[in-house]
């Protein structure tokens, strides 16, 4: 089971920045897709980007397209979203995942990742108005 960290999330003003960062224990990623996913207080929780390792196809929802991107430091395992232009309604905690896919965007549909281990304890970000 691939371990994650999140780290990063905090509090800012609408239209302002953050970086979040996954720390991935797994070294090999090839077969595996990582993605973000968010919950808000008495809201399911949602996905909201992903990326298959091995060839880097990212992918963003909706309400978060133009607004965040996906990098990755393979040196560091690591996997970042860059957050601008934030609104309140992104205000959530985020948690990143580790899934074997060869595609990631079916992982972020729930039907999907409800079934899957190894959420890290996230990190929450707040955005007020």
């Known amino acids: 089971q691939v371990q994650v960290v999140e780290s990063g999330g905090g509090s800012v003003q609408a239209g302002g920045s953050l970086r979040l960062s996954c720390s991935i224990s797994r070294l090999e990623l090839d077969h595996y897709a990582v993605g973000w996913f968010r919950q808000a207080p008495g809201k399911e929780r949602e996905g909201v980007s992903c990326i298959t390792w091995s060839d880097d196809k990212a992918y963003y929802v909706d309400s978060v397209k133009g607004r965040f991107t996906l990098s990755r430091d393979n040196a560091k395992n690591t996997l970042y979203l860059q957050m601008i232009s934030l609104k309140p309604e992104d205000t959530a905690m985020y948690y990143c995942?580790?899934?074997?896919?060869?595609?990631?965007?079916?992982?972020?549909?729930?039907?999907?990742?409800?079934?899957?281990?190894?959420w890290g304890q996230g990190t929450q970000v707040t955005v007020s108005s």
């Open positions: 995942l580790a899934y074997v896919a060869d595609a990631c965007l079916a992982g972020l549909h729930p039907m999907v990742f409800r079934q899957y281990d190894g």
